[in-house]
Nanobody, 123 residues
């Protein structure tokens, strides 16, 4: 399994920006498609974005499309999520995960998960 650690979450005002990182170790990062999910106490783990092995294929949830951008640096074994124009509804714990399936939008095809990083958007 790949070991994943997210970072970059913090308190930010609505309308602001934040960039999350997900550092991977243990296996060849470029062998995996990657995804970002988020979870609140009252909801399940929701899909946010996904990216293919080379970074050319990208997928977004409707709620973040046009505001969030997913990218990866295979040389650094790191996944990123640039979040712009943040809204109160973006408050959640954000998780990165690996998958052998490209563009999966449900949690089940993802096998390695990080511990998450808290993003809180205030008014």
């Amino acid at each position: 399994q790949v070991h994943l650690v997210e970072s970059g979450g913090r308190l930010v005002q609505a309308g602001g920006s934040l960039k999350l990182s997900c550092a991977a170790s243990g296996h060849d990062f470029s062998n995996y498609a990657m995804g970002w999910f988020r979870q609140t106490p009252s909801k399940g783990r929701d899909f946010v974005a996904a990216i293919g092995w080379s970074g050319e294929s990208k997928f977004y949830a409707d709620s973040v499309n046009g505001r969030f951008s997913v990218s990866r640096d295979n040389a650094k074994s790191t996944l990123y999520l640039q979040m712009n124009n943040l809204e109160l509804e973006d408050t959640a714990v954000y998780y990165c995960a690996t998958s052998v399936r490209l563009g999966a939008t449900s949690p089940s095809p993802y096998d390695s998960w990080g511990p998450g990083t808290q993003v809180t958007v205030s008014s």
